[in-house]
């Protein structure tokens, strides 16, 4: 089975511009988490879906962040403008929602660096 | 605030020798303990922990939870190279259904030839 997919896998943009990262869960897989590490900091939780539903975003940082899951299948976290601190890696992990216990899945992560 | 410490957050062995990585926590209504390797990408599922006492293992890699001391150990015995990596240990807690993960800072194991 093919693992979770995250696309840029690197993004370099400038303050102030807008920037999509997109994440293709596990086929079937309900739950969809973002995550976040800036530098030097543990990984940090951004939000939760359960299928197209936000089911917990509460470690969202401000408005410019939004993510949307349209139809229950891939993702995406836009940021807009982006900001110097926004800088580190986006990491998406997906899970079943039968096995809510079992460890969830990450991608590779996308690398922002914002200049 | 919930919260994860892990500790040490670096260590440097030879090959061979037998470590021991620590993760302490502070978390509201403790669902589970997971642990994570993470080499140059995508951190990977090694175990998930729920009860107190009962070890978990595979291979070389064992853990144990231990609720009443709030934290848990990884332990790798002879080791290899190819155990460099961070690992990373995380704790799901908080509402009923409530999925997310708090981390810690992670371990940075180095394993020299």
């Known amino acids: 089975e093919a693992g979770v997919t995250q696309f840029p896998s690197h993004s370099v943009i400038e303050k102030g511009q807008t920037v999509t990262l997109r994440c293709d869960p596990i086929s079937g897989h309900d739950n969809l988490y973002w995550y976040r590490r800036v530098m030097g900091k543990e990984i940090k939780f951004l939000l939760h879906?359960?299928?197209?539903?936000?089911?917990?975003e509460s470690g969202m940082p401000n408005n410019r962040f939004l993510a949307e899951r349209t139809g229950g299948t891939y993702s995406t976290l836009k940021v807009q403008p982006a900001e110097l601190e926004d800088s580190g890696v986006y990491f998406c992990?997906?899970?079943?929602?039968?096995?809510?216990?079992?460890?969830?899945?990450f991608g590779s992560g996308t690398r922002l660096t914002v200049v | 605030e919930d919260k994860v410490v892990q500790s040490p957050l670096s260590l440097v062995v030879h090959e061979g020798d037998t470590v021991t990585l620590n993760c302490s926590y502070e978390?509201?209504?403790?669902?589970?303990l997971l642990w994570y390797k993470q080499e140059k990408k995508a951190p990977t599922f090694l175990f998930m922990l729920?009860?107190?006492?009962i070890e978990k293992k595979s291979g070389r890699l064992s853990s144990i939870l231990d609720k009443k001391e709030l934290s848990s150990i990884l332990n790798i015995t002879a080791t290899q190279t190819g155990d460099s990596a961070i690992y990373l240990c995380a704790v799901r807690g908080g509402i009923q259904g409530a999925q997310k993960l708090v981390f810690g800072q992670g371990t940075r194991l180095t394993i020299n030839p």
């Open positions: 978390v509201t209504n403790f669902r589970s």
């Open positions: 729920t009860s107190s006492g």
């Open positions: 879906f359960v299928k197209e539903s936000k089911q917990d």
């Open positions: 992990a997906s899970s079943q929602e039968k096995q809510p216990n079992y460890g969830y899945t």
